[in-house]
DNA sequence: CTTAGGG
DNA sequence: CCCTAAG
């Protein structure tokens, strides 16, 4: 699939739902003033249009689903279309299913030849192999080819396409060359009409719906100015034309030789300096607009390490090209007044869409939203449990000291250690239970995986705590090594944010930090920062299970 | 799902 | 901590 140029004569019409789509057969100079491009998107069960991601891409390859159309371009912001408008008969996916794509096919054939071949063309494009595709392409040479992607996403064509292509066939055979349009008449002027017009002369509920397609979200705004402000602005905002040398500026597509020029070009500026990159729209740009930043965010393994860093994130200007590297998913923090609405942008074959960011949560982490919910208490919750920490610390000395026949034998202060430990630690799963761990249990989905900073929140680093190291090692003196999941479910119940494979790593740390310290340890050597002190008698313990365990292994 | 290991 | 390959 790859961007497809076409100009269009009139959005308006497109937006009736009358199929009456006129598209201007590409003279090269409509292709030049009027450059559009056309992208796939998704008609949602409630009739909007989402643009299509890329797995929808390919569903669609598969399943026969249909796309319309989505025009993008100065002179149509965001106005899209869909391929049957008056369908409503949508799958379960939300996908207009293939036969509901027949009538339109014969809308097609029912048009004025010029513009049938137009749609036909671009149709044509959604699926037909990249190379398909000169006539259209190799019109003009300000696309640059070496940017288009040429992945196969569609390897065949869609069931309508292929349809619309057959009757393309058979249609060319008469009309052979798509000749300077003869609707001069009933053209509108369009040098005129550039940008602004589209809008001005959609109705409202156009622009709802228009806004709705631009912004994901519906808009109970009647106002047509603001409307069209805002559809203008998002457009603008987010409409690129990555495979081209183009930039939109000053709601014009112009060229963008210079590369001096691209930085600042209102399109790919990451991580929202908007304001301070000479915006071109700066006019409207002010308030809410001006917030919408894009946080690099594309995979989910991406998300995780960039979020720590985003802020510092020294913005990717440069090349526009680069931005469009394929399949790219950057995620768009928009917020609109008081909501947040993330968005990734896909970059479709080199064309980038926003899409609503379909929660891309880790699967099977619900710890990551009770980790979300309780981010709030954890700095108390990690105060208390150090304080309980110290407390136990304390306990343990003067235990031990008021009892030292006790502490020598590696069991006996196991044991001692146990009943004091699990003392305090009831207290603290007590505390932790109270604060987190009703919520932990019954939590779940509450927690939206998207936090402020837009990204998924790595799991919060908990610091473990003196007594968690006690059970885990009594836990492993009692249940073995290796049988985390055990620990976890008898010694560990209580804290729920500790897995079986955090167990697992932390004693495979323990031991590290024993094998570290035996060599050149004289009892004392504790490491001042950092991590905890952990006491010597739970580092013997550790050693003497790691031993046991190392030198009977396959024992039990 | 649970473990083991690498990162 | 996270991820993933192996049972």
Redesign the pocket.
């Known amino acids: 699939m790859r961007t497809v140029v076409g100009t269009v004569e009139d959005c308006i019409d497109m937006f009736e739902g009358s199929a009456q789509t006129r598209i201007i057969p590409l003279s090269p100079t409509n292709l030049i003033e009027n450059p559009v491009t056309y992208k796939l998107v998704r008609v949602a069960g409630d009739g909007r249009l989402v643009p299509a991601t890329d797995e929808e891409i390919v569903e669609v390859n598969e399943t026969g689903y249909a796309y319309s159309i989505r025009c993008l371009s100065e002179s149509c912001p965001r106005v899209s279309f869909s391929v049957v408008p008056t369908r409503r008969n949508f799958s379960s996916s939300g996908l207009l299913q293939s036969e509901y794509v027949e009538p339109y096919t014969q809308e097609v054939n029912t048009q004025p030849e010029d513009e049938r071949l137009a749609m036909i063309h671009s149709l044509h494009m959604l699926s037909a192999p990249p190379d398909a595709n000169i006539q259209l392409c190799n019109e003009t040479d300000m696309f640059d080819e070496d940017h288009v992607h040429h992945e196969p996403l569609l390897q065949q064509p869609i069931p309508f396409s292929s349809n619309v292509q057959h009757g393309c066939n058979v249609d060319q055979s008469n009309t052979v060359e798509p000749t300077a349009p003869p609707a001069d008449a009933q053209r509108p002027d369009f040098s005129l009409v550039r940008g602004e017009i589209c809008l001005n002369n959609l109705p409202i509920k156009a622009l709802q719906e228009t806004f709705k397609a631009t912004f994901g979200r519906a808009t109970t705004v009647t106002d047509k100015t603001w409307l069209k402000r805002r559809i203008t602005m998002g457009l603008t905002n987010s409409c690129n034309v990555p495979t081209t040398n183009l930039t939109v500026k000053d709601k014009k597509l112009v060229e963008n030789q210079d590369k001096a020029n691209d930085a600042p070009s209102s399109t790919d500026h990451a991580d929202g300096h908007s304001n301070a990159s000479g915006h071109s729209l700066t006019e409207d740009f002010s308030s809410e607009e001006r917030a919408a930043k894009r946080v690099r965010k594309p995979t ?2 991406y998300i ?1 390490e960039l979020s720590e860093n985003d802020e510092k994130q020294p913005v990717v200007t440069s090349k526009d090209e680069k931005l469009s590297e394929k399949s790219e998913v950057r995620s768009i923090s928009v917020s609109l007044g008081k909501r947040v609405t993330v968005t990734r942008v896909v970059s479709l074959a080199g064309s980038e869409i926003e899409v609503p960011y379909v929660s891309l949560v ?1 699967r ?1 982490c619900p710890r990551e939203n009770i980790m979300a919910l309780m981010e709030c208490h954890s700095s108390c919750l990690e105060a208390k449990a150090s304080s309980g920490e110290s407390n136990m610390l304390h306990n343990e000395v003067l235990k031990s000291a008021s009892g030292p026949d006790q502490k020598e034998s590696a069991t006996s202060s196991s044991n001692n250690e146990e009943d004091v430990l699990t003392e305090v630690d009831e207290d603290m799963e007590t505390e932790n239970i109270d604060s987190s761990g009703n919520s932990s249990d019954d939590n779940n989905n509450i927690g939206l995986p998207t936090m402020q900073g837009g990204g998924l929140r ?5 610091a473990w705590t003196l007594s968690e190291v006690t059970q885990l090692v009594e836990g492993v003196a009692k249940y073995g090594a ?5 620990i976890k479910k008898l010694s560990f119940s209580s804290h729920s ?1 500790r897995t ?3 167990l ?2 932390k004693w495979r740390n323990l031991l590290r930090t024993n094998f570290a310290q035996s060599p050149s340890n004289i009892m004392g050597s504790l490491k001042k920062h950092g991590s905890m002190h952990i006491p010597m008698q739970i580092l013997l313990q550790v050693r003497e299970l790691a031993e046991k365990q190392a030198l009977v292994p396959p024992n039990h």
């Open positions: 989910r393994r995780e880790r099977s790595r799991k919060h680093h908990r290796g049988k985390w999941s055990e944010y079986p494979v955090d697992k790593d």
